[in-house]
C-alpha cells in the first residue's frame, strides 16, 4: 500500500491491560485494509477488525467536518446533518438501528468530493500565483474596441473604377476555337466499328510501308545490275553472275517474302513448309525449295539471289540447247 507524506490520523488501540499501539492514517487510505493489516499483527479476531473500522470512519469524519468548516461556509447544512449520524453505531445490530447507513454514506461522499474540488482549487491558484509572479511581460488589454468603418460609396466607386482601368489595359483577348468540342460530339455520334472500317485502308497502307522499311533495313543487299562494255572483243563474252534488273529484284523480294523468312531473315525448312506457294510460283522456284527441304539447310536473301541466278543461267542453257521448249525456272 502506497503512503503519503501527509498523516491525517493517529489512532491509539489499546490491545490489552499492558499493550497500545499507535496507527498512523495516511490520506488516500481505506479503513479496511489498515484494520486488517493491524488485526493480522496482533491476531486478532475479526469482531475487533469490525471495531476498528468502525472507530477509523468516525474519527475520519469528524475530522473532515472540520477540514470543511475551515475552506468553506457552504456545507453548514450538510455538517449538522453528517454530525447528527456521527453518533456510536453497533456494528453487529445494524438491523436494530433506527440510522439510514446510505444517507450516511452519501453525505460523507458530498463531503469528500466538496473537499477534492476545494482542493485542487487551492492547487490551481497557487500555480497560477507563482506563474504570475514569475512572468514578465503584462500585455497592455485595450477596453474600448471600435466598430468596422464600413466602406463608403464613394469610396467603392473609385474600386470598381480602378478595376476598370486595369482591366483595359490588357489588350490581349484570345480567341476559343470550338471546333474541338464540336469534334469530340461527332466522334462519340460515330459508331466504333463503322470508323474502324473507314480507316482499313490507311492502316493496312502504313502496314505495308513499315515492311517495306523493315525488309530494306535487313536485307541490304542490292546485287550489281549496271551492263560493262567488253572493249577487247577477243575476250569471251560471259553474263555476270549478279546480273539483275531492277524488275527482277522486286521479283526475287516476292518470293522471298512468300518463303516466310524468320527474324534472322534466313529461310529454312520450317519457314518453306509454312509458307502458301502457287503452282506458277512453284514452277519457278520449286526446284530451290525442294533442295531447301532435302538437305534442311537456310539461305538469306543474298544466297537465294545467287541460287536464283544460278537458276536461271541453267535454264538459258538449257533453252539454247533445246529452242522452243519451255524449262520450268525461268523468270519472266
Known sequence: MEKSSRVVLLLNIKIDNTRNEDVPIYENDEPEDVAEQFCKKFNLPDIAKQFIIKSIEDNLDNYIIEELGKTTN????????????????NCHRKSESNQNYGEFLYTKGLMMKQKVENMMQAKRQNILDIEMKNSTFKPKITPFVGRMRTASAEYSKKRSQKMIEDQNTYTFKPKINNYRGKSKENKEKTDKCVELFNSAVAIKQKLDSKREKMFNEIYTFKPDVTKKKIINSDIECVKPKDYLNKVKIQQLKKFFRMLCPDSKGCI????????????????????????????????????FCKAMEILEKEVNEKNIQNPGAKVEGELN
Not at 74 to 89: D, G, R, V, Y
Not at 282 to 298: F, M, P, Q, T
Open 268 to 303: 529454312t525448312k520450317n519457314t518453306v513448309c509454312n509458307a502458301i506457294i502457287s503452282e506458277n510460283d512453284y514452277k519457278l522456284i520449286g526446284r530451290i525449295v525442294d533442295e531447301l527441304i532435302e538437305l534442311d539447310e537456310s539461305l538469306n536473301f543474298e544466297e
Open 74 to 89: 457552504n456545507l453548514s447544512s450538510i455538517t449538522s446533518h453528517a454530525k447528527k449520524l456521527s453518533s456510536p453505531l
